[in-house]
């Protein structure tokens, strides 16, 4: 029998081909977005809409948002996958102290939020999942990206921690972290840059959404159940 997954950031390609194919495999589905309604009423259309329970449109950049998802949260939740937020590409020292403060409350605070919300009943239960989406370069950092490594890493982070306190209630919590995905996240690159980093993975090739999501619904099987805490690359060897 299926679950009911709440995806964050449902409306990114990520999140959509995570959405896709939770559904395919039976899940009931709760999904968040921001600004993409549109992608989520074309996701709607696409998929039976018995597996979908409910949308919800929540800003997780500040305090208000994350109030506001939480309380519109009224369907048990199983397991949680966050696939929420935008990179941010730019000098360290350029960076403002506004964009700092909305990259730590989309991927650090909003899901330590979301998570305290939810796991009460899931130690109740003894049971639940949950898996980030992190980054490549949550472990390694990268030049231009320094904010969004640095919120990445606390994810990474997180999930070690957490995972540690909650196993013996029967919880497993887990992360995928991405390489070069050919998502829209990387569309701001021209060709050249695409070119120069395919050209450093052995795999030569950039990953697909699909092959994110296969290791998402992996991890969300009772086959991997012994996985917990772990932060699984998927980068083509980069």
Known sequence: MGKNVLIIGASGDIGIAIAERLAMEGHQLLLHYNQQKKVIDQLMVKLDHECILTTIQADLCGEIGIQKLLAELVYPVDYIVFASGPAYYGLFQETSEKTMDEMLSLHVKSPWMITRHLLPPMIQKKAGKIVFITSIWGDIGASHEVVYSAVKGAQNSFVKALAKEVAPSGISINAVSPGFIDTKMNRHLIKEEKETIISEIPMNRAGTASEIAH????????????????????NGGW
């Open 215 to 234: 290791t998402v619904s992996f991890l969300l099987d009772n086959k991997s159940s012994y996985i917990q805490g772990e932060i699984i690359g998927v």
